[in-house]
């Protein structure tokens, strides 16, 4: 089975923190992907990647940024928290071939306060 | 602007009816639309769709694409109270990126 971790289920931060959510796949996927989820807005594609090292904006990347160090690793970076920012975070991966089979963590919900 | 929109956004029905959920699009480049069902956290793939008028379908659940008037249904049929989620409809366009809509979330009660 895929699986996709991502490191903490909840998180309350302070604004102004910098803050790192992070999400490890085991199944060499190529593709990852970092959405954010709010009621009535449905999922919102902040920023995704294709391969190391590389990263593409999606459509909500203002105050947001990404590593991809190693494939299995993709990491959202929120470099200075703001109230809204709070949100539930998801981590998705797929393989390069059957892209939109994308596979998804169970979710960071970040409260910034 | 490419846009997917679902409809109804909630629904309650009781246990045993059959429930049709929509989604519709306007989208360049269009390659596949999925659906997907989210019960707590994390979305899980229900189905993904290519080609028009083939009808996908897994257990009580099916669905089916009509690229001529851009839209899918999901259908599930005899709901159970699992049934209850929020379920998702994504379009994915050229290159790696989904395109979801807001979801509808369905309560099926006893």
């Known amino acids: 089975d895929v699986k996709v971790t991502q490191s903490s289920r909840y998180l309350v931060k302070r604004t102004g923190e910098k803050v790192f959510l992070e999400c490890v796949q085991d199944m060499d996927h190529e593709n990852m992907f970092w959405y954010r989820q709010d009621p009535g807005l449905g999922l919102r594609l902040i920023y995704f990647?294709?391969?190391?090292?590389?990263?593409e904006k999606g459509d909500i990347p203002e105050g947001y940024s990404v590593s991809r160090e190693k494939k299995e690793r993709f990491s959202l970076i929120l470099e200075s928290a703001s109230t809204n920012q709070t949100s539930m975070y998801l981590c998705?991966?797929?393989?390069?071939?059957?892209?939109?089979?994308?596979?998804f963590g169970q979710g960071t919900r970040l409260t910034v306060v | 602007e490419d846009k997917v929109v679902q409809s109804p956004l909630s629904l309650v029905v009781h246990e045993g009816d059959t429930v049709t959920l929509n989604c519709s699009y306007e989208?360049?480049?269009?390659?596949?639309l999925l659906w997907y069902k989210q019960e707590k956290k994390a979305p899980t793939f229900l189905f993904m769709l290519t080609s028009s008028g083939i009808e996908k379908k897994s257990g009580r659940l099916s669905s089916i694409l009509d690229k001529k008037e851009l839209f899918s249904i999901l259908n599930i049929t005899a709901t159970q109270t699992g049934d209850s989620a929020i379920y998702l409809c994504?379009?994915?366009?050229?290159?790696?990126?989904?395109?979801f809509g807001k979801g509808t979330s369905l309560l099926v009660t006893p």
């Open positions: 998705a991966s797929s393989h390069s071939v059957r892209v939109a089979e994308a596979f």
């Open positions: 989208v360049t480049n269009f390659r596949s």
């Open positions: 994504a379009v994915e366009l050229s290159g790696y990126a989904l395109n």
């Open positions: 990647s294709y391969d190391v090292k590389m990263k």
